[in-house]
């Protein structure tokens, strides 16, 4: 199957919408975007970090669901402060009215209605984690690149080659054998029916987060599209804030009906590990899914939403690993298979990329006649 790119397939139109940094990610590879990178270190510390937190949390008595939901976005304040550096930073350098914010009204509602969305995402997800070990609920959430890459196609008009579609089908038959052999790694104490109500809701999360990402995606480039302006982190981070504020809000309103806000000091006082443990894990917890989000949100906005799928996918070796070493979690057979059909689908589809980066230097002239000969969008802050 001949590999095509987007310049070579795509509408102008559709060029344009599909992602205002597109042509900055085509002119270099994508370990050669220092601001790619970023975001990729990032994800690496929140994903590695965050579920190990949030099954500890579960493991030494904790059992608030919506208490777990709020921490994958609470950690949004840490934003505040290097937005009000970038804020007096474009000041100093503008001769004009500098703006407080480079969002639009139009984004801003989209994210909002995207921070809502991750809110119930991020409590489907909880409800997985409160009963399923960690090496199984990350397995089951890299099945996200299969619905990312669905949604993908119908809302960005991603395209395919025969490396990702291979990706997603060894992703997806990773997670069927899961399935498959669902139960066989039930920790002590969940029964089968919260086991497989567990199982349900993470695939559950997991298509949601799929629908997520794209979502986000098309935003950012309508933005970018009508506006003109550049790429910054600056605005990656503002909208982070906004996702996070809405999740934040939508957990807190779930707290609020569910009575959490009256157990947690008790649970903090029963907490296996130590009350000052208990308020340390929910602290370090927040932090380190904040540093993911944030390092998604770049991914798509400097990459695409499919490849923060498949940056999310290559962590999971990662997890399964530490999982084993820190919960003494069963690694059996077929959990091995699913990872290494993991890892096959990640190196597919970056092999992918790569070819497809070799046939866009050899022709440069579709980026020139797309983009004109103006100079990137996409600056640092």
Sequence with gaps: MEVETAAQTQPREQQQLTSAAGAD????????????????????????????????????GG????LSSLLQTTGWPILIAPLIASYFSRRRRSTSTTPVFLMS????????VVGLTTGLDNFLYAYGMASLPVSTSSILM??????TAGFALLLVR?????FSVNAVLLLSIGAAMLGVNGGGDRPAGVTRTEYYMGFGMTLGAAALYGLILPIMELSQAAHLARTGSAVTYTLVMEMQLVIGSSATVFSLIGMIVNNDFHVIPREAQEFGLGKTSYYALLVGSALVYQLFSLGMNGAII????????????????????????FFHEPFTGIKGIAVALSVWG????FYGEIRTHAQQSAKPSNIEQLDGPSDSSVHAV
């Excluded at 009204?105 to 909002?112: D, K, P, S, W, Y």
């Design 25 to 60: 990610v085509a002119a270099k590879p994508l370990h050669r975007n220092p601001r790619l990178v970023l975001s990729f270190f990032l994800m690496v510390v929140g994903w590695a970090c965050g579920p190990l937190l949030l099954r500890d949390y579960f493991v030494h």
């Design 63 to 66: 059992n608030r669901k919506w």
């Design 105 to 112: 009204i139009r984004l801003l509602a989209a994210c909002v």
């Design 142 to 147: 890299a099945t996200q690149l299969a619905f």
């Design 158 to 162: 991603q395209r395919f080659t025969a």
């Design 302 to 325: 400097y990459g695409s939403a499919l490849l923060g799928g498949v940056i999310m996918t290559v962590l999971i070796p990662v997890t399964e690993v530490l999982a084993v070493l």
């Design 346 to 349: 990640f190196v597919s589809y």
